[in-house]
């Protein structure tokens, strides 16, 4: 047997929300919508991965969320410009990534991070 994906499911009323922080804003793509589940994410292939934390590193909450990108300062600059709420850095953490925690529109927080 071999885990082909993890999928990561938030309850909401309001799936449209998902749109514009996770499309517009980070850049996935939809992958399917059926009115009462839309599904964002890459045509790339992914690492599979599912972490374990009992707390998030640097004395930090454990997010909800990590997502792995580019280019994290285009990231941070894109989600303060689209309003949403920064709780954590921008910071180079001592393991090697730089990272910032944000909230989405339903309250999960969201570790969005590059590796150095």
Known sequence: MQVRRIVANIATQDIAAAKRFYQDVLGLDPLMDLGWIATYG???????????????GSGTPVPDLSIEVDDVDAAFAAMRKAGFA???GPADEPWGVRRFYVRDPFGRLVNILSHR
């Open 42 to 56: 890459s045509q790339e292939t992914m690492t599979v991965q599912i972490s374990f934390m009992a707390e998030g």
């Open 86 to 88: 920064i709780e954590y």
